[in-house]
Every structure is written in structure tokens, then in C-alpha cells.
């Protein structure tokens, strides 16, 4: 027996032609809930609201055009017959690692232009990150994406036919590897939030986020079933997590070394 039986729906509600997505609106909550977040350390180091709006914004546009144009060339071949999808974002198709990347880069060159510490507002915003991560996750589920094999358990959430493998079409539930994954980054938003908390160095704080979503999301992909890029056997978003992982380690490491040295 499952908990649910029923596929969900991606529309809220409609007016007239305009449908209203959960989407949408999980990906704002996600927002709002990692501003309100991060704003609960900043304010610590007497920073004003209005240079965190300035930050969130630019973070904001630069994440989602990341998401979006990294979800795009990956599935280029579903966006190349009808170009108009690209910017349908409220029904989908939003990528972390691309999110990362843009909003990485667009915190470099606004902390390079307000003169501000890097590594200590990118450690504020690691927990916040990963709370919207794992707010961000629900709307996979309403959209019946990020799901794994078949599933007997009473936790496994339905797909409608048209959103199963083809391997799996006579299967009715599968499981929420979203709902797993938005479990792993809770967790790892408490771990972040604490560190901030306590006198860990910043360049820790974003090595230990950069490590943690790497792992996670690297064992995550192993059970996917929806279709990516491959290279050598792995998914190209375990590659990326690899990289994640990697980064973490050197920002670790690197740092002893030129302890040792001197």
C-alpha cells in the first residue's frame, strides 16, 4: 500500500489560459527561505538589507540563467524543434550545477566590485543554498521528474505513463529519489548553518558544502532514470560532482600545504 496513489498535478490552478505551476511557486518559497537565511548571519557582521538585496538579486538572475542554459544544451535535442520552450522555465527544467556556476560567478564580481570578503559571504549563503535545494527538490515531485527504478515500498510516488522509461512502462511507483535527495540537503544546511555559527574558517565552510552536494549528489545519480549525457560509463552530472568534490578537497588541502611549507 503507498501513500499515494494518484499522480500529481504540475498546475495549480488556471485563469482562463494562464496556468499557475508549483514550479514556480516552490522555487520562490526556495528562495525567499535561503534569503531569509543567509540574512539571519549577515546581519551578525552588521550588514544592511540593501546590500544583501543587491547580492540576492544579482546571485538570483545569474543562477537562474545558469540553471536554465546548462539544462538546456544538455537536453539541446528537446529545445532544438520548438526554441520558444527555452524560456518556459516555470515548467522545468532548472539545473543545480548550472545554477551554481552562474550564481558563483555572478557573487565573484559582485563581491569584486562592493570590495566585499569572498569566501565569507559564499560560506553565508552555503547553507541557504542547500535549504533551497532542499526546498527546490518538491517541485521535481510535482512534476514527476527525478524519480528512481520501481519501487514496492509504501513511500514510492506514482509517475504517469507518459514520464516512465520505456522499461519500466507497466510500473506504477517508483522511487522519490527527489525526496531523498531534499533529506540529504536538509541535513547538510543544519551541518552549514552550524559551522557558520562557530568559528570555522569560510574557506572550510563552502569546501564542506561543495564536498557534501558533490557526495550527494553523485550517489543520487546512479539511480536516475531520466536521460543525460554519458562519459565513460557515468553520468554527466556525476562527472560535474566529481569536480564539486574535488574543489572541496583542494580548498581544504591547499591551505596545509602552504602551512607546512612556511
Same mark, same amino acid.
Given at each position: 500500500m503507498h501513500w499515494l496513489n494518484t499522480p500529481p498535478s504540475a498546475i495549480i490552478f488556471s485563469i482562463g489560459p494562464v496556468n499557475f505551476y508549483w514550479y514556480g511557486l516552490i522555487m520562490i518559497l526556495a528562495i525567499a527561505s535561503g534569503y531569509c537565511l543567509t540574512w539571519s548571519l549577515a546581519k551578525k557582521h552588521n550588514w544592511k538589507s540593501s546590500d544583501l538585496l543587491d547580492l540576492a538579486f544579482n546571485i538570483i538572475i545569474g543562477g537562474l540563467i545558469g540553471a536554465r542554459l546548462y539544462h538546456v544544451i544538455i537536453h539541446w535535442y528537446d529545445y532544438?524543434?520548438?526554441?520558444?520552450? &527555452?524560456?518556459? &522555465?516555470?515548467?522545468?527544467?532548472?539545473?543545480?550545477?548550472?545554477?551554481?556556476?552562474?550564481?558563483?560567478?555572478?557573487?565573484?564580481?559582485?563581491?569584486?566590485?562592493?570590495?566585499?570578503?569572498?569566501?565569507?559571504?559564499?560560506?553565508?549563503?552555503?547553507?541557504?543554498?542547500?535549504?533551497?535545494?532542499? &526546498?527546490?527538490?518538491?517541485?521535481?515531485?510535482?512534476?514527476?521528474?527525478?524519480?528512481?527504478?520501481?519501487?514496492?515500498?509504501?513511500?514510492?510516488?506514482?509517475?504517469?505513463?507518459?514520464?516512465?522509461?520505456?522499461?519500466?512502462?507497466?510500473?506504477?511507483?517508483?522511487?522519490?529519489?527527489?525526496?531523498?535527495?531534499?533529506?540529504?540537503?536538509?541535513?547538510?544546511?543544519?551541518?552549514?548553518?552550524?559551522?557558520?555559527?562557530?568559528?570555522?574558517?569560510?574557506?572550510?565552510?563552502?569546501?564542506?558544502?561543495?564536498?557534501?552536494?558533490?557526495? &550527494?549528489?553523485?550517489v543520487i545519480e546512479f539511480w536516475r532514470q531520466d536521460p543525460t549525457l554519458y562519459l565513460l560509463g557515468w553520468r554527466w552530472p556525476q562527472w560535474i560532482s566529481c569536480f564539486m568534490i574535488l574543489g572541496g578537497l583542494w580548498l581544504i588541502i591547499y591551505p596545509l600545504i602552504l602551512r607546512q611549507k612556511h
Open positions: 532544438s524543434h520548438n526554441l520558444i520552450d &527555452i524560456v518556459k &522555465i516555470w515548467e522545468g527544467g532548472l539545473a543545480i550545477h548550472g545554477a551554481i556556476i552562474g550564481g558563483g560567478l555572478a557573487l565573484l564580481l559582485t563581491c569584486h566590485k562592493r570590495h566585499w570578503p569572498t569566501w565569507q559571504v559564499a560560506s553565508w549563503l552555503t547553507p541557504s543554498l542547500a535549504l533551497g535545494q532542499a &526546498i527546490g527538490r518538491w517541485g521535481n515531485f510535482f512534476n514527476q521528474e527525478l524519480f528512481g527504478p520501481p519501487t514496492n515500498r509504501p513511500w514510492g510516488v506514482p509517475i504517469d505513463v507518459v514520464y516512465r522509461p520505456i522499461e519500466y512502462s507497466a510500473a506504477t511507483h517508483f522511487h522519490p529519489l527527489f525526496l531523498y535527495e531534499s533529506i540529504a540537503c536538509s541535513l547538510l544546511a543544519l551541518i552549514l548553518y552550524y559551522l557558520n555559527r562557530h568559528t570555522i574558517k569560510a574557506q572550510y565552510i563552502v569546501a564542506t558544502y561543495l564536498i557534501g552536494y558533490g557526495l &550527494i549528489r553523485f
